[in-house]
C-alpha cells in the first residue's frame, strides 16, 4: 500500500528557500501511472495545489507560485522534493505531498501524506 | 478568491441528505469530467471522496455520489451521519494551463 512522508526542516526565515522532501513507500517514484504533487493549506484556510511531477521529470506549476517553485524526483530514493524561494509569512502553511495514480483514480489524488507543518518566522 | 466557488457552509440533520454545490467555467469544471471532492477532517490530510465528477475510489461509502451540469458539479452525501461533518473541497483541472484549481471549502455541520 502505497504511503507519503513529508520531511523537512521546520521553521523558515523570510527570504530563505523553503525545502521538503516526500519519501514515497509501497510503491516507486519511477512507476510511470503517478504523478507526485504538493498541495499547502494555510492556517484556517483552504486547499491551494502548488505543483506536480511525473516519474519523467515533467513539471506543471502553479501560475501564482511558478517563479519561486521547482519540485524534482530522485528515482534512486524514491522522494520527490518541494523549494519554493523567497518565502514570506504568506507562505506559512501545512505542506501536504500527494500521488495520483492514472490507472486508479485518473484525476484525483488518493493518497497523501500527512503533513508537515512550515512556517516562515524571523 | 478561490477559482471554484463553494457555499461556505451547509448543515443538515443525522439521515437526511445534502448537496454540496462547486461552480467553475467552461475552461475548467464545465470542459473536462475530471472535477474530484476532498473530505478534510480537523487536523487530518485530505481524503479522496469522488473523483472523475462521479467515481468513488474503494473503501468510499457508496452514501457519497457526485454529478456535474454544465459549469457546476455536485457532491451529495445521503444519509447523513455524524461522521460526515468535515470540511469539504471539489478541484478540477483547467486545461488551458494544466493546472489543479481548489474549491474554497465547505464545512458540513450535522446538526
Known amino acids: 500500500q502505497l504511503q507519503l512522508q513529508e520531511s523537512g526542516p521546520g521553521p523558515v526565515k523570510p527570504s530563505e528557500t523553503l525545502s521538503l522532501t516526500c519519501t514515497v513507500s509501497?510503491?516507486?517514484?519511477?512507476?510511470?501511472?503517478?504523478?507526485w504533487g504538493w498541495i499547502r493549506q494555510p492556517p484556517g484556510k483552504g486547499l491551494e495545489w502548488i505543483g506536480s511531477?511525473?516519474?519523467?521529470?515533467?513539471?506543471y506549476y502553479n501560475p501564482s507560485l511558478k517563479s519561486r517553485v521547482t519540485i524534482s524526483v530522485d528515482t534512486s530514493k524514491n522522494q520527490f522534493s518541494l523549494k519554493l524561494s523567497a518565502v514570506t509569512a504568506a507562505d506559512t502553511a501545512m505542506y501536504y505531498c500527494?500521488?495520483?495514480?492514472?490507472?486508479?483514480?485518473?484525476?484525483?489524488?488518493?493518497?497523501w501524506g500527512q503533513g508537515t507543518t512550515v512556517t516562515v518566522s524571523s | 478568491q478561490s477559482a471554484l466557488t463553494q457555499p461556505a457552509s451547509v448543515s443538515g440533520p443525522p439521515g437526511q441528505s445534502i448537496t454540496i454545490s462547486c461552480t467553475g467555467t467552461?475552461?475548467?469544471?464545465?470542459?473536462?469530467?475530471?472535477v474530484s471532492w476532498y473530505q478534510q477532517h480537523p487536523g487530518k490530510a485530505p481524503k479522496l471522496m469522488i473523483y472523475?465528477?462521479?467515481n468513488r475510489p474503494s473503501g468510499v461509502s457508496d452514501r457519497f455520489s457526485g454529478s456535474k451540469s454544465g459549469n457546476t458539479a455536485s457532491l451529495t452525501i445521503s444519509g447523513l451521519q455524524a461522521e460526515d461533518e468535515a470540511d469539504y473541497y471539489c478541484?478540477?483541472?483547467?486545461?488551458?494551463?494544466?493546472?489543479?484549481?481548489f474549491g474554497g471549502g465547505t464545512k458540513l455541520t450535522v446538526l
Open positions: 500527494a500521488s495520483l495514480d492514472i490507472l486508479a483514480t485518473a484525476h484525483g489524488m488518493e493518497v
Open positions: 509501497g510503491g516507486f517514484t519511477s512507476s510511470t501511472n503517478y504523478y
Open positions: 511531477i511525473n516519474y519523467s521529470g515533467t513539471t
Open positions: 467552461s475552461s475548467d469544471v464545465g470542459s473536462y469530467n475530471y
Open positions: 472523475d465528477v462521479s
Open positions: 478541484s478540477s483541472y483547467r486545461i488551458s494551463t494544466t493546472v489543479v484549481i
